[in-house]
Every structure is written in structure tokens, then in C-alpha cells.
């Protein structure tokens, strides 16, 4: 049972445009939802996380969106740059954060010059 | 801030034998520390959850006497794969918690055993 399903696999955007990531999660006892970013043979790191009691976060160029009634959230990426080219994995955890991830399977972005 | 630390970054060792791997919060105490095993070009899969002085909580489907994970101090915990086999061989990355819901990941661990 996959509890959090992530889409796009891939994702090609260009210089300067919205990089766009959603995901979508089954148990309703999770609470709190991160974003990280991989590069190749790197641990993740982590970009920005949303509570549901909020509906929208934005951290620089990067903007979690949040619809808890459909459960879904989404990343989005402004002025996407070469340098965003990563994996970027969705997470979900319960008790705030407390517990251990459920990660998404991850979006193999590349940001074309 | 919030920087962990692994070691070693990258492990070959014959089969049969046991392979330690140090995670550590450089700048912040971890009362909580989580140990994931990454497969190439797949997802994180949580292993455990280590807490400071107490056992470790392991999660279905993985082997506790083959992974023992150890929290001996707030700063430290170490996962010792025992009697390793070529289908340990994987990423494994530890993360801590800063605070009571931010985890922060070390850099990795590759296992490629021979």
C-alpha cells in the first residue's frame, strides 16, 4: 500500500518557468508534510514543510500548496533554475513531524538552460 | 545549523562479515534519530527509529537482529549491519530531529557488499 502517492515521475521545464509537484496521501492521521530535494549520491535536504492547518507556505521560490479536504499538496517551483535540477521527494509524517517519513517515490526534475 | 554527519561515506565488505555506520548531529541534540534505506534511483524506506537510551523501533518487515541500531548519546547513533549479505548492499541514510518535527539527513552510506 503506497500511502503517498507522488506525480510526475519526470519533469522537464525551462529556464525561468513553474516547476510543479503533487502529491496526494491515504492516512488522514498524518499531519505533517515536508518537501526534500536529492542530488545523485547526496542525502535530501530539506526545502520546506506545511502543517494542514495552513493551506499555503511560501519559502523564497518554493511554495507549498495544501488541500486537506482532497488530501493532496503540492510543490511549486518559481523561476525554476538549472540548478534546481534534482529529485525531489514529498514526505508525510504523524504527530507533527515526530514519527518517521513516508515518502513519496519521488520527481526527477531538469530545469532546461 | 542542523548538520548531521555519517560515517563512513562509502563501505565494501566481504560477505558474512558485520559493517558499523555512525550517524551523528554535529550542532544540535537529537533526542530522536531515523535510520532509511535508499535503493538506486528509488524512494527512502524507513528502517527504525532510534530514541536516546531506549530501543530502537523497527519497522515490519525488517530484520532487528540483522540491523542493530544503537543511541548512545543525543548526538550519536550507529546502525551495525550484521552478517551482511550482497542484498544489503544499498544507500543508507540516518536523519535527527532538531526539533519536535523537523528531520534533518546526514549524507549517506553506501554498502556495496562482495
Known amino acids: 500500500q503506497q500511502q503517498v502517492k507522488q506525480s510526475p515521475q519526470s519533469l522537464i521545464v525551462q529556464k525561468g518557468g513553474i516547476s510543479i509537484i503533487n502529491c496526494a496521501y491515504e492516512n488522514t492521521a498524518f499531519d505533517y508534510f515536508p518537501w526534500y530535494q536529492q542530488f545523485p549520491g547526496k542525502g535530501p535536504a530539506l526545502l520546506i514543510a506545511i502543517r494542514p492547518d495552513v493551506s499555503e507556505k511560501k519559502e523564497g521560490r518554493f511554495t507549498i500548496s495544501f488541500n486537506k479536504s482532497a488530501k493532496q499538496f503540492s510543490l511549486h517551483i518559481m523561476d525554476s533554475q538549472p540548478g534546481d535540477s534534482a529529485t525531489y521527494f514529498c514526505?508525510?509524517?504523524?504527530?507533527?513531524?515526530?514519527?518517521?517519513?513516508?515518502f513519496g517515490k519521488g520527481t526527477h526534475l531538469i530545469i532546461q538552460p | 545549523g542542523a548538520v548531521v554527519s555519517q560515517h563512513p561515506s562509502w563501505v565494501i565488505c566481504k560477505s558474512g562479515t558485520s559493517v558499523k555506520i555512525e550517524c551523528r548531529s554535529l550542532d544540535f541534540q537529537a533526542t530522536t534519530m531515523f535510520w532509511y534505506r535508499q535503493f538506486p534511483k528509488q524512494s527512502l524506506m524507513l528502517m527504525a527509529t532510534?530514541?536516546?537510551?531506549?530501543?530502537?523501533?523497527?519497522e515490519q518487515g525488517v530484520e532487528k537482529d540483522k540491523f542493530l541500531i544503537n543511541h548512545a548519546s543525543l548526538t550519536l547513533s550507529t546502525l551495525t549491519v550484521t552478517s551482511a549479505h550482497p542484498e544489503d548492499s544499498s544507500f543508507y541514510i540516518c536523519s535527527a530531529g532538531r526539533t519536535s518535527y523537523e528531520q534533518y539527513f546526514g549524507p549517506g552510506t553506501r554498502l556495496t557488499v562482495t
Open positions: 532510534s530514541n536516546e537510551g531506549s530501543k530502537a523501533t523497527y
Open positions: 514526505a508525510a509524517s504523524k504527530r507533527g513531524g515526530a514519527d518517521g517519513l513516508t
